[in-house]
């Protein structure tokens, strides 16, 4: 388990300086565990009972299953190759071409948008505890099996990197064997009943839901893009980018395909998309496996928000909250059970907005970064100090695409309305966003005013 319990450095210059040589011996294995990991939960079985109850049908889940997964992963495989060249976060990576004052924003974003998934992944976490806990005759309250929880995600963020990246490998691969019994007796269990109401409809079904459902299983894989690289910067900096761009691509569609699939078929054995109904449907297809079940989903959340707490860390840090590492780690966790607790009631609804809106400020940030690494050539630039003109396009079209084109339960966009609801935000804002760096990049550079080397 070599370097497990080794403590990440606490100073703020962990996060802002490139990790040095003689510390970047990660195996490239790692790669693989830290992407496919943290999906192993019951927040993809969720999204793929929420299929069917947005009217979705068989061969229509699948293809917006399919579909949804390419569009997110892709950005996030490709993101996960800038840790070992420049051997920084993926925030303080970004300062390449946002500026040290363009990433704070971002980062802030970052920083709050971690909070908010240590949220979602902890309230089924804390509710299947309470339920494995119910079994063996103790009585424990919500606040409570979260605060446990929450207080061990805390710990192995505090220990940062190194802790992290081990609970990836191990309960990682530990959860792998469970959910794969769980969802072969769920699979088998649902039998020739597959997909009852309301995906016996599925002529019901119209763009703009197609549209949506592609929209939230994109962001499920999209949303680790404004953070793949703080898990790969610890790898030699000589490492094939190709290789990690594979095996954070197939980690990433492994884990989130076929949870999403098995929640798509076995939909109506539950009776509603939130972790409750879930964990009870799994709970009853495991059959004597059922405690075994809730302790899986309980232990799924110390991989995935380990993950979050340490990210959000290097975030706050990056968004020039100049703390040590772990004070950031510690307010992160406080301000997610926090949140959990007062959000567990309306998880449904959080969790589908949730998952929609964090793409309208991810998708221009990364279609920025990403342009800026493989068709501008960053990387070998001196950092801006102050905010460039990146950093502009980044607000503004996010700004733009949330006025236009988003579509939530708050408000939708003319646009969105235009178009019936369907929602396109997403790409508008990748692609414009990529497209006007390009353009001001290679004006300037025409210019004469390129970047120093």
């Not at 388990?1 to 195996?27: D, I």
């Not at 495989?77 to 040290?100: D, H, N, Y």
């Not at 997909?195 to 549209?211: E, Q, R």
């Not at 178009?419 to 396109?424: E, S």
Request: aromatic share 10%; hydrophobic share 55%; net charge positive.
């Amino acid at each position: 388990m070599g370097r497990f319990f080794a403590m990440e450095g606490v100073s703020a210059a962990t996060v802002t300086e490139p990790v040095p040589n003689a510390l970047k011996t990660m195996r490239l294995d790692r790669v693989f565990w830290s992407h496919f990991s943290p999906n192993l939960g019951p927040g993809g079985w969720v999204v793929g009972v929420l299929l069917v109850h947005l009217g979705l049908g068989l061969g229509s889940g699948i293809a917006a299953i399919l579909l949804g997964n390419l569009i997110g992963a892709l950005p996030v495989a490709f993101a996960a190759a800038i840790g070992p060249v420049t051997g920084l976060p993926q925030m303080e990576a970004s300062r390449q071409v946002l500026g040290r004052r363009g990433i704070r924003l971002p980062s802030f974003l970052n920083w709050i948008y971690c909070i908010g998934w240590d949220a979602v992944n902890n309230v089924p976490a804390a509710a299947a505890l309470v339920a494995l806990l119910a079994l063996a005759g103790l009585a424990a309250p919500f606040w409570l099996a979260l605060a446990v929880l929450a207080g061990l995600q805390m710990i192995a963020s505090i220990y940062g990197h190194d802790m992290v990246q081990g609970l990836q490998k191990y309960l990682g691969g530990l959860l792998l064997v469970t959910f794969a019994v769980i969802g072969g007796l769920d699979f088998l269990r649902a039998g020739s009943a597959l997909l009852p109401h309301p995906a016996d409809a599925p002529a019901t079904l119209t763009v703009p839901t197609f549209l949506l459902a592609v929209a939230i299983l994109a962001s499920f894989n999209l949303s680790w893009a404004t953070y793949s690289s703080d898990y790969t910067r610890y790898l030699p900096a000589d490492t094939d980018p190709k290789r990690v761009v594979r095996l954070s691509f197939a980690a990433l569609l492994a884990s989130a395909i076929p949870f999403q699939l098995l929640g798509l078929v076995t939909a109506g054995s539950v009776g509603e998309a939130s972790p409750t109904a879930v964990i009870a449907g799994l709970q009853h297809a495991a059959g004597g496996l059922g405690p075994v079940v809730l302790a899986a989903i309980a232990l799924s959340s110390i991989s995935g928000n380990s993950f979050n707490d340490n990210t959000a860390s290097y975030s706050l840090i990056s968004a020039g909250i100049r703390v040590p590492r772990v004070l950031a780690a510690i307010a992160t966790a406080t301000l997610g059970y926090l949140l959990a607790v007062f959000g567990a009631g309306r998880y449904a609804e959080l969790y589908t907005n949730y998952l929609v809106v964090t793409l309208y400020w991810i998708a221009p940030f990364i279609g920025i970064v990403l342009a800026d690494w493989y068709l501008v050539g960053g990387g070998h630039r001196k950092v801006p100090r102050g905010w460039t003109p990146a950093a502009t396009i980044f607000v503004v079209t996010a700004v733009v695409t949330i006025a236009l084109f988003s579509v939530s339960d708050t408000y939708t966009g003319p646009v969105a309305r235009l178009l019936g609801g369907a929602d396109v935000g997403y790409y508008v804002g990748f692609v414009t966003a990529g497209a006007l760096y390009m353009l001001s990049a290679n004006k300037r550079n025409n210019n004469g005013a390129r970047h120093e080397p």
